[in-house]
């Protein structure tokens, strides 16, 4: 569909859509590359001290051989979500087997200066009512979120079984005894009756294929893997003063970058980002919290509440009132408020896509203008501009990282679009010019579009030998996007074929939580041995979700990037990347009908 026209942009002037389109694609067409994610490089062999675990200290324990009622896999929030709906349902064998070397998951692993909440902390962090913890900042910082991960952890006695520093190599359902086998990179080997695996999307951290890239002689570290030792300074944000009289550069502008650019600008003698796409900035206007206010608005149930306003306003469920008022329902308060000024007659899906066009275009040109706003030169500020739709990569909400450009001895170096030409010994070259540094810092993001088992690190073998890479070799097929036909007693939590709330992921993973906590209490209580949804049901369900629209992230039309599969058309299995078609609202609403009626449709206790 095509519609032409004009409109005010926030100056006043009038903006051609049709050219804004063409800028898009132009800026899209720019970006695209044949080898889409095989560009990146895996950590592995020479690679692989790029992962390890500057933070805690590995230390030896036995290998365990036992047996436990649930194993979970994944120490992040998942695994404490769900590890605390089923202490509460009185399962009191949960091991929890975490990479790391301690609870957090993404939180454990990223400590860059600057890390911090998106998404308001009253609805990112969980359990919040459960844990009496009232986040201290509308937008909790790393070291707030990690001690919250750290007081479930201890709330619900996670510690007492968990294994750190402890990978799945093998997992594998020993179909005589109906139970798991779990072996991992430390000689355990131990059944469960029951596994879950909250593996995270984003944990696996990847490098660019830059040529040259081991050439590199200076130091250098990805941000998932912070290197205080080198920078001074640590997680709370104290000042990295061992880099005074250092060069940096950072390679990368998504989000990580974002929030660790004016940490370093303050910090490094000469810094340089390498910008191949530039981020959208929005305001982020992050405050501390009132207590006042909090003790008023905290009555029993509080935080469901706010969880479902917010995912009303997400999900264009017709909120009366935005509890949560963050920059993510500002998106869908817009869009909204667009559609509602359409005539009655104009209620059409076409006219619902344009007057979202012309609100994501407002919405764009607004933070285009901020750039102008705050940066002082104007190239500068011309190559931070973002030329895509807002929702096209992961918006970003920050009001220090735009004014870093300010601080003398920062500099943009813009690639238009084309990336680090090459690495040498001694630093980082851009259109044939070599920056000379001491350090590069990746902010290049985590691997997505690779196979699940691979980010995992394990297969799963299910009934009759199948493997989970070969059961999803087409693209994930799953019921609520928890269970998979024959991998009994097994069950995933993320949000994707579920309700695929990304604004707010922890959502996702709560309700996941509490149904699986349900179905295992119910097992246990009727003696059954294996709980498995039935083929017909998860074909039901994979049916229903390619009934629906699909959704923008994975346009192949976005400028290319994790949302979309670097641009690529993955054909069924991005289409099989969706969530239940009526929405989040919906979905959790179905959910809790499914699991609270005791019926469990689609699944067989046997
Ligand atoms: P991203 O994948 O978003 O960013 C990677 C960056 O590296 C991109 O800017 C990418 O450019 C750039 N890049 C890749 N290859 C090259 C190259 N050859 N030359 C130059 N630049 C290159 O990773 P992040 O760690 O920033 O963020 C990952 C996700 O983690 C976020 O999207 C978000 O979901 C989450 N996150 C959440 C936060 C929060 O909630 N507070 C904070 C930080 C991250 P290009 O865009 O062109 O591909």
Aim: proline share 5%; with cysteine; charged share 25%.
């Amino acid at each position: 569909m095509t519609v032409t026209g004009r409109f005010a942009s926030p100056d006043g002037t009038a903006i051609d859509k049709e050219s804004l389109r063409q800028r898009y694609l132009e800026e899209r067409n720019k970006r695209l590359r044949p080898d889409g994610n095989d560009q990146y490089l895996r950590l592995t062999g020479h690679l692989a001290h790029y992962l390890d675990d500057p933070h805690t200290p590995m230390t030896p324990r036995e290998p365990k051989t036992d047996h436990v009622t649930v194993a979970f896999i994944g120490g992040g929030f998942a695994g404490l979500v769900t590890g605390a709906r089923l202490k509460e349902a009185g399962v009191d064998d949960v091991r929890i087997i975490e990479k790391g070397g301690g609870f957090g998951g993404t939180w454990y692993w990223n400590r860059y200066p600057g890390a911090q909440c998106d998404t308001a902390s009253f609805v990112y962090m969980p359990l919040l009512e459960e844990t009496g913890h009232v986040p201290t900042e509308k937008y909790a910082h790393a070291p707030e979120i990690l001690e919250h991960c750290r007081r479930i952890g201890k709330q619900f006695g996670l510690y007492d079984d968990a294994l750190f520093h402890t990978e799945v190599k093998d997992l594998r359902w020993d179909e005589e005894r109906s139970r798991w086998i779990i072996r991992t990179n430390r000689g355990d080997d131990f059944t469960a009756r029951f596994v879950a695996m909250g593996t995270g999307p984003l944990h696996v951290p990847k490098l660019p294929g830059i040529p040259g890239i081991q050439s590199f002689k200076g130091h250098s570290f990805h941000t998932s893997r912070w290197d205080y030792d080198y920078t001074g300074g640590d997680p709370s944000g104290a000042p990295m003063e061992k880099l005074a009289g250092k060069r940096v550069a950072v390679i990368g502008t998504g989000a990580t970058a974002v929030q660790c650019v004016p940490h370093l600008a303050r910090a490094c003698e000469e810094l340089y980002v390498f910008q191949r796409t530039p981020s959208s900035v929005d305001v982020r206007n992050n405050q501390p919290t009132d207590f006042e206010w909090f003790a008023q608005i905290a009555t029993p149930g509080w935080q469901q509440r706010w969880l479902e306003n917010f995912t009303a306003n997400q999900t264009n469920s017709m909120a009366d009132e935005d509890l949560v008022m963050d920059g993510w329902t500002d998106i869908a308060r817009r869009l909204r408020s667009k559609v509602m000024k359409l005539a009655p007659e104009d209620f059409t899906p076409e006219k619902m896509m344009e007057a979202f066009e012309e609100s994501d275009f407002e919405k764009m040109e607004e933070i285009r203008a901020r750039v102008d706003s705050i940066v002082e030169d104007p190239e500068t500020a011309r190559n931070l501009k973002a030329w895509y739709r807002q929702l096209c990569k992961r918006p970003c909400f920050h009001d220090e990282y735009l004014q870093a450009y300010n601080v003398p001895g920062t500099h943009l170096v813009d690639t238009d679009g084309k990336g680090v030409e090459r690495i040498t010994e001694n630093g980082v070259v851009v259109a044939g010019r070599e920056y000379e540094v001491d350090c590069v810092i990746y902010a290049s993001g985590f691997e997505v579009g690779t196979e699940y088992t691979r980010r995992a690190g394990y297969d799963m073998t299910g009934r009759d030998g199948v493997k989970l890479s070969e059961y999803w070799a087409e693209g994930m097929r799953t019921l609520h996007g928890i269970h998979v036909h024959g991998f009994p007693n097994a069950f995933i939590v993320q949000p994707t074929q579920g309700a695929n709330l990304i604004s707010n992921i922890p959502h996702n993973l709560t309700e996941a939580g509490r149904t699986i906590a349900l179905m295992i209490r119910h097992a246990l209580d009727n003696g059954f041995d294996e709980i498995e949804v039935a083929k017909e049901a998860e074909d039901a369900w994979v049916e229903l979700l390619l009934s629906g629209t699909g959704r923008l992230l994975n346009s192949p039309d976005c400028t290319p990037g994790y949302y979309n599969n670097e641009g690529q058309d993955a054909g069924l299995r991005a289409r099989l990347n969706v969530g239940y078609p009526h929405g989040a609202t919906a979905y959790f609403a179905y959910l809790d009908e499914w699991r609270t009626s005791g019926a469990f449709a689609g699944l067989e206790f046997r």
